[in-house]
């Protein structure tokens, strides 16, 4: 049965659409009021994501209260290495916290290398209901971190701020680190087609920390794997879209991958983007995300600046260049599509 609403589809296959599609990363979270309360019902942040009827209500949210062209499920990134065999807890003002990091080849060979239908089974059930939910009206994301953004987590215990940990492992244990990413490679290739199985639309890969490594290492480390999993995707025609936070840099090969759609963050150029990327993929982005915790006039300024830039033969999805902030505004998020709905 084909979906009513498939403006994002057909941007993302090189079709042409009279509807400029509008997706927020992590729209469905933290900003909303309705998600705030849910939370304090349900307390822990991973619980919400491993029942399967609390994270399908919460991707329904921002959905019911905003003219949104996808929806995207509820989930995190780090169910993958949890699923592994790697204790996950998230705290308050700290974030997810590993408490055993790889930090050997042991390490990595005590991992479990598990039966991802039946150990993610929750984010599985939960695209499955949402799907349902969704009647067909719009597409439905699912995710996966890439494997040098997992690997990042994983070996330093949580959030970082200088990485060290990793990068001292891939100056000192290089082979280490590449058997870690290749293992990672196969796991994220197999959980996105189960999202796929289930009745995700769209598959996406968040490489959050790509734009971290050296310029000479970012595409042994992190493109290469990430080459693999789309060129997988693009084999069974699943539209796809590849999003490396910081890594404008190496657009260029990126477009090489071959992704249906490539995503910016805000410290990129629109612009230079499209003179790079022509129509050989579609380009998802690049509002600055703080821009929402502004005045309402200035979103719709800086979305009109935005979409000014946007040329003819562009295949664009509007977003913002990294995900929904905490304290970002609802009423700015619609003051943001009534924008995109109204441009001419």
């Known amino acids: 049965m084909s979906i009513r609403n498939d403006c994002l589809l057909k941007i993302l296959r090189g079709n042409p659409s009279n509807r400029t599609p509008i997706w927020i990363m992590r729209q469905a979270g933290r ?16 619980q919400l994501c491993k029942t399967p009827e609390l994270a399908c209500k919460t991707t329904l949210m921002p959905i019911a209260r905003f003219d949104l062209d996808a929806a995207i499920i509820f989930s995190d990134i780090l169910v993958v290495p949890e699923a592994m065999g790697m204790p996950l807890k998230f705290e308050e003002n700290k ?29 599985l059930k939960a695209i ?23 690997a990042c987590y994983m070996i330093e215990g949580g959030t970082s701020k200088n990485f060290e940990k990793i990068f001292r492992m891939m100056y000192d244990q290089p082979n280490l680190l590449l058997k870690i990413l290749d293992k990672l490679t196969s796991i994220l290739t197999e959980y996105l087609k189960l999202q796929l199985k289930y009745g995700a639309d769209v598959l996406m890969i ?40 910081g890594a404008f840099n190496h657009i260029d ?29 579609a380009i998802q982005g690049n509002l600055d995300p703080s821009i929402l915790l502004s005045e309402g006039t200035v979103v719709k300024e800086e979305t009109k600046k935005m979409l000014d830039q946007v040329n003819a033969g562009t295949r664009y999805v509007v977003n913002l260049g990294h995900g929904i902030t905490p ?13 995109v709905r109204n441009y001419k």
Request: aromatic letters at 12%; charged letters at 25%; hydrophobic letters at 35%.
């Open 31 to 46: 900003y909303l009021p309705e998600y705030k309360k849910l939370r304090q019902k349900t307390g822990d942040f991973l």
């Open 95 to 123: 974030g997810p916290i590993f408490e055993k990091p790889i930090k050997t080849e042991k390490d990595f060979n005590n991992l479990q290398f598990p039966p991802l239908e039946e150990n993610l089974a929750f984010t």
């Open 128 to 150: 499955e209901l949402t799907k349902l939910e969704l009647n067909n009206s719009i597409p439905l994301i699912g995710f996966c971190g890439s494997p040098w953004t997992l």
């Open 206 to 245: 968040f490489d959050t920390w790509g734009g971290i490594l050296p310029y000479p290492r970012y595409r042994e480390f992190s493109l290469e794997f990430n080459q693999k999993i789309i060129s997988s995707l693009n084999q069974l025609n699943i539209p796809n879209i590849f999003f490396s936070k």
């Open 253 to 281: 090969d990126i477009v090489k991958a071959n992704p249906s759609c490539i995503g910016i963050d805000w410290m990129s150029s629109l612009e230079n983007a499209q003179k790079i990327v022509g129509n050989k993929s």
């Open 327 to 339: 304290d970002a505004k609802p009423k700015n998020v619609e003051i943001l599509i009534e924008t």
